[in-house]
């Protein structure tokens, strides 16, 4: 029996004679700009009147020039832009009774009773409140003789949809607030940048970053550089911590360490709620050790600089989903926020978000810092246990040998953030008991012996190194089984991490299909997916893909930017991917695209034509740059010079053309810092699920033989809102092997939201929307997938 069409598209929604509003309120945060963008240009395509409204809650209380309605050009060109151009500030007046009777006359007078606010828990707060007193505030309106009853009678509900801008990442029931990654970028690229002064000089460095409440920052930026010791308001260190810290230090310099890192959140207290300060832990150090100690103090270059690509397809998604919210909204809707979980949008209650965020600071205050741990969520509660568990070793001494061997291994074409999962697998391995084998340029080093114990301090520094510090190779073991099976058996390896692409995965089918032929395979296996093209099936994400998103992002701006003060130019880019359309489909939406063409939706020369009729019309305005992303292999015919070439004739008179191939740059560089944390958390867990199997299998003084069940062999996987394991057996038919990439693909649900942005019409599946959830939901046992 057919299953009933359940999907659900917005063109049943309209905003026909309804009028949005967009603020920003309280501090600014990186890619507050691109929700304001997509708030503006989703509210103009379903037909509402769009109003910017300026300097926050101010500029509603002042009203006049500060309410201007806004236009599908108004908000081109500011995607890239950090801060808020429509500005923010901090409105006392908004606080009391009278400034919100102000804003609310200003609302009325211009018809808006649609309220989109993007800031932190103050501001949406204010939003309810304001929402609250609504009906009432328009009563004495009435009174005063500034409305009539019509009035009261046609604005009699206002309704209020918030995003959270804050790169503290402080609010609860979001796994990522905007603005939270780009201000991981600033701290990495400046711990980056300040490792090498520090390893040339033998320096200890103590660095302060934001997070006066709330230790996210701090604790991540610890995890993605490899951190010697970070301090984080959360985790108050107990009584004489002065003196484990400095024996950690003098230990890693006897190691061979060249330097330390100290990392600080600014609120960083002690188990009394005493104040640590950067300059406390500076002269600590200087006394107790001697070593030439230096503070920097990150301030406010947290906040600047350009949003990564992350923040603006968060961002462009949440202003969407929160013009929809607004659009299905009734009287009796409570406010709620656009939140990210695992990678879907949903829908939460305000205030229930408003107030878990309020419990936590509560729980800090009365020293219940475990269960403010535990509010904070199981993302924050995840990254804080595994960066316990790889910068703290313990004495061999103290950990019990498990006597079992696991190899470690890249395979495919390297991807950025390989060696930080390397680094989490061997440290979480060697922690475990285990005895760790690298083996060097994949299965192709594998067979021919290329294997080597791996100790702790080997992978130090790893996590910000690009490529593959292994080396990894494409090449499969289905012609080399005997002899992998000989390395296996030589060096008694009980279980395998393959970290990798499509290679990895077609390896492991293989290595599979010969357990009837060779018992040494009959041992756990683990694949964690790292490509920078995200097309292996199992994973919503891959390890690689984000800074590869990040560099075609950084490009398409510079490109772009080339052409500002020239004629009208239209720009066209190819990306890799091999047959996955990720790539140019989502950087697309990140930078702005006009169009993106991917093999997995077909396209003709009629759709080709559409377009330079497209770009033609709105280089006839005041657009004056386009950009068009091409797959590598979207179609074999319609080439990146042919697509190059077409445009060129076409738009002759109206726009010229230019071309680029991105090519290996989209694989080069340091890994983006979640890149770093998704592969060093994904790569710890990986570790625990090969030393449990290991334990389940071991009878008789082996693992081999026992260990020859399907699920035994498995591929660790980002699905949805989950981390979940999937024998590989079982993902065969949900694979195209011909084209290298997954059947079905979530991300193909965005390419809707890139077209909308760009103007054109197109249908959006909304069945995913619409369910106002709850905060205090249980949620998946691993939705710890935010990096």
């Avoid at 009147?49 to 020039?65: A, L, P, S, T, W």
């Avoid at 996955?580 to 034509?609: N, R, T």
Wanted: overall charge neutral; charged content about 20%; hydrophobic content about 40%.
């Amino acid at each position: 029996m057919a299953q009933p069409d359940t999907k659900r598209f917005f063109e049943n929604l309209t905003g026909a004679g309804k009028s949005i509003a967009v603020l920003t309120s309280g501090g600014d945060a990186q890619g507050m700009n691109a929700a304001v963008r997509a708030v503006v240009r989703m509210g103009i395509y379903v037909g509402a009147k769009v109003y910017f409204i300026h300097e926050g809650y101010q500029g509603m209380v002042d009203g006049g020039d500060n309410i201007e309605e806004a236009s599908w050009e108004s908000v081109s060109s500011m995607l890239q832009v950090g801060g808020t151009v429509i500005g923010s500030a901090r409105c006392k007046e908004f606080r009391t009774h009278e400034g919100r009777l102000k804003a609310a006359h200003h609302l009325v007078q211009r018809g808006i009773t649609n309220l989109c606010v993007i800031g932190g828990d103050g501001s949406l707060t204010g939003a309810n409140l304001f929402r609250e007193e609504w009906s009432g505030l328009l009563g004495e309106l009435v009174q005063q003789g500034l409305i009539d009853e019509d009035a009261v009678q046609k604005y009699s509900a206002l309704h209020i949809v918030g995003m959270v801008g804050s790169i503290d990442n402080d609010f609860c029931g979001t796994d990522m607030t905007i603005g939270t990654d780009s201000a991981l970028h600033r701290i990495i690229e400046v711990v980056d940048a300040i490792m090498t002064t520090a390893q040339s000089h033998q320096r200890t460095f103590v660095l302060e970053v934001m997070g006066r409440h709330c230790g996210y920052l701090a604790l991540v930026s610890a995890l993605a550089c490899g951190a010697d010791w970070v301090l984080i308001p959360e985790m108050p260190p107990a009584d004489g911590w002065e003196d484990k810290m400095c024996q950690k230090l003098s230990a890693n310099r006897a190691g061979m360490k060249r330097l330390n890192i100290i990392i600080v959140a600014e609120g960083a207290i002690d188990c009394n709620n005493k104040p640590i300060t950067t300059d406390h832990v500076k002269n600590l150090v200087v006394r107790c050790l001697g070593f030439d100690t230096r503070v920097t103090i990150l301030g406010h270059v947290q906040r600047g600089g350009t949003p990564s690509a992350f923040d603006r397809i968060l961002a462009s998604r949440m202003g969407v989903e929160a013009v929809l919210a607004l659009l299905e909204t009734t009287a009796n809707t409570p406010a709620c926020v656009v939140s990210l979980c695992g990678n879907q949008s949903v829908r939460l209650p305000l205030m229930e978000c408003v107030q878990m965020t309020q419990e936590v600071q509560k729980a800090m205050d009365e020293k219940k810092f475990e269960e403010a741990v535990k509010l904070r969520g199981r993302s924050f509660e995840n990254n804080l246990r595994t960066y316990k568990l790889l910068a703290h070793r313990e004495l061999e001494s103290e950990i019990s040998q498990s006597n079992f061997n696991v190899a470690v291994l890249n395979v495919g074409a390297p991807a950025a953030g390989m060696n930080a999962a390397v680094r989490s697998a061997v440290r979480v391995g060697i922690s475990e008991g285990h005895k760790m084998f690298a083996v060097n340029d994949g299965f192709e080093g594998f067979y021919k012996g290329q294997i080597k114990e791996i100790k702790w301090a080997d992978v130090g520094g790893w996590t910000g190194q690009g490529g593959s510090l292994l080396g990894t190779k494409r090449t499969l073991p289905a012609k080399h089984l005997e002899k992998l099976a000989e390395q296996m058996r030589i060096n008694n390896i009980n279980a395998l991490l393959v970290i990798g692409g499509f290679e990895a995965y077609l390896g492991l089918l293989e290595l599979l299909s010969a357990r009837g032929k060779y018992d040494e395979f009959c041992v756990p296996m683990v694949m964690v997916p790292a490509t920078v093209s995200n097309n292996v099936t199992g994973s919503d994400l891959s390890i690689g893909a984000d800074t590869a998103l990040n560099a075609i992002t950084d490009t398409c701006d510079r490109i772009k930017q080339s052409a500002s003060g020239t004629k009208r130019r239209v720009f066209i880019i190819e990306t890799m991917g091999g047959y996955c359309g990720y790539l140019a489909s989502v950087g697309g939406l990140a930078a702005g695209a006009d169009a993106a063409y991917i093999y997995e939706e077909p396209f003709d020369i009629k759709d080709l034509q559409s377009n330079v009729e497209h770009l033609t019309e709105k280089m006839k305005t005041s657009i004056q740059r386009g950009l068009i992303l091409r797959n590598e292999n979207s179609n074999e015919n319609y080439t990146t010079d042919f697509i190059y070439q077409l445009y060129s004739e076409e738009g002759r008179g109206v726009f010229d053309c230019r071309k680029n191939v991105l090519g290996h740059m989209q694989q080069g560089g340091a890994p983006s810092p979640f890149d770093r944390n998704f592969g060093t958390k994904i790569s710890a867990k990986a570790m625990q699920w090969l030393s449990k199997k290991l334990k389940e299998t071991f009878r008789q003084g082996r693992v081999s033989l026992f260990a020859n069940t399907e699920d035994s062999c498995c591929l660790l996987g980002m699905r949805r809102r989950a981390l979940v394991f999937q024998p590989v057996v079982q993902l065969r038919d949900e694979t195209d092997f011909v084209h290298r990439i997954p059947k079905e693909q979530w991300w193909l649900k965005l390419r809707p939201l890139m077209k909308i942005l760009a103007k054109y019409k197109t249908s959006y599946d909304v069945s995913d929307s619409g369910q106002l959830e709850h905060v205090v939901r249980i949620r998946p046992k691993d939705s710890d997938v935010s990096a």
